[in-house]
């Protein structure tokens, strides 16, 4: 058992001399993860961390059954106190955020760089057990990881039995928590009334699950390799504020590829998309309407002609009055304009407009387009709503949204980028010229 231990280490970690933080209740399994690091505290730098929870008329000794172990050979050992009160529902899950996260609070004071647990390989049968009941997704199938981040499971492949009999070998003392005989735990059920009628089919059963969670992985590598090469690709292009997805190429990706490109852009790696997440999203996808959205955590999706639009924040208001001969910059554009002399020749260059400055007194203005916002169009009799124009153009909805007007006081110069107004056109007779320059970054 102890070179399996090893040999986990040794595979998942790189850090030659890493520091381990060792998460000790006082129970079997995390005892004999602290008795074979004492053992073997010549090949490893490791501290001791105990939480109470409080919960239990045990909790006191299984604190000071940790601290005498520790103090056998001095191993370095820090106690931490949590107090769940006014919580009648979910009592193990709010006791496990609670002790993960006073985990890595110790783990960060001390400088360690991995948290070690002692969970093993009935604890997956368990854990897996428990997902199916609950409907996870493929990620809660993965079960309890080897590897999470900074938290290391090095006996995740070693059974119950195996540790019971290490701790017999070597006079391991320990207490049993008496909350694990608590039929009011979904866990507890399973290990006292489900597990042992399995065993009599599979006296070994620890050894299917493993052997589970490996093709889950298996799947899991499959999905990371056909996420990253979509993303490399010319269907997925990173804007400033935001980013858009080839509509027709992502439909064609299975839906598990789809929802883990859009929890790598929308979800940070300590959450993850609940079941409503999963099903609406699904449901934006099949339903597929031209307009339609859905805000996933800080970040929206938006179904688009063509394309998805995924951003963070598309309502940044932009209204900037700019003197003659003055630059504005935006986050991602350039807007400036002087006056000058009329062009020899006129381009199609959509960046730069020279414009009738006669009517001009004052600062020009450039901001974001409005709802009721009208122009007249170069060459056009009547007006027409700048929003009506932008979309004729077939321009995407992220573009439309991030298009910006220049005016002359409260009246529309030019579309940035698009169209001039017929009332700013230079004309025969036309004595101040403006030059208008605008570039996207």
């Not at 999203?281 to 339609?292: A, E, Q, Y």
Request: hydrophobic share 35%; glycine share 4%.
């Amino acid at each position: 058992m102890q070179n399996r231990i090893k040999s986990n280490l040794k595979s998942l970690i790189d850090n030659k001399n890493p520091h381990f933080l060792l998460a000790v209740s006082g129970g079997i399994d995390s005892m004999v993860l602290l008795k074979f690091f004492q053992k073997n505290h010549e090949s490893f730098r490791f501290s001791v961390a105990h939480i109470n929870h409080n919960y239990h008329s045990d909790a006191k000794k299984m604190e000071n059954l940790v601290k005498d172990q520790c103090g056998q050979i001095n191993s370095d050992l820090i106690i931490k106190n949590i107090f769940l009160e006014g919580v009648n529902s979910n009592i193990e899950s709010n006791f496990r955020k609670m002790r993960y996260s006073k985990l890595e609070e110790i783990r960060k004071e001390i400088k360690a760089d991995f948290i070690l647990t002692a969970h093993h390989a009935d604890d997956q049968v368990e854990t897996i057990l428990m997902k199916i009941l609950n409907s996870s997704g493929l990620d809660g199938l993965q079960g309890l990881r080897k590897l999470n981040q900074n938290i290391i499971r090095p006996m995740h492949n070693i059974s119950k039995s195996e540790i019971s009999d290490y701790a017999s070998l070597n006079n391991i003392k320990y207490i049993d928590d008496p909350t694990n005989s608590d039929y009011m735990f979904t866990r507890n059920f399973l290990r006292m009334n489900v597990i042992p009628e399995l065993k009599k089919i599979k006296k070994e059963i620890h050894i299917p699950f493993i052997n589970f969670t490996d093709r889950i992985d298996e799947v899991h590598d499959l999905i990371a390799f056909n996420v990253q090469n979509f993303c490399n690709s010319d269907s997925f292009i990173i804007n400033n504020n935001s980013i858009e997805i080839n509509k027709p190429d992502f439909y064609n990706l299975p839906f598990l590829v789809q929802l883990r490109i859009i929890s790598n852009i929308c979800i940070d790696n300590k959450n993850s998309f609940s079941k409503t997440d999963v099903r609406e999203i699904k449901d934006l996808f099949r339903k597929n309407l031209t307009g339609s959205s859905r805000k996933v955590n800080k970040k929206t999706i938006f179904v688009d002609r063509n394309s998805l639009f995924i951003y963070k924040n598309i309502n940044i208001d932009i209204f900037s009055n700019v003197g003659a001969g003055e630059e504005f910059k935006g986050t991602d554009f350039t807007f400036s304009w002087d006056f000058n002399e009329a062009p020899k020749n006129f381009t199609d260059d959509n960046e730069v407009e020279y414009i009738d400055a006669s009517k001009i007194i004052d600062n020009l203005v450039i901001r974001s387009v409005r709802d009721n916002d009208s122009f007249l169009p170069l060459g056009m009799n009547g007006k027409k709503k700048v929003i009506k124009f932008l979309k004729d153009k077939n321009l995407s909805f992220y573009n439309r949204k991030e298009s910006l007007v220049v005016c002359n006081q409260d009246e529309i110069i030019w579309v940035a980028g698009y169209q001039l107004s017929e009332k700013y056109k230079i004309h025969k007779n036309s004595v101040k010229i403006a030059k208008l320059n605008f570039f996207r970054n």
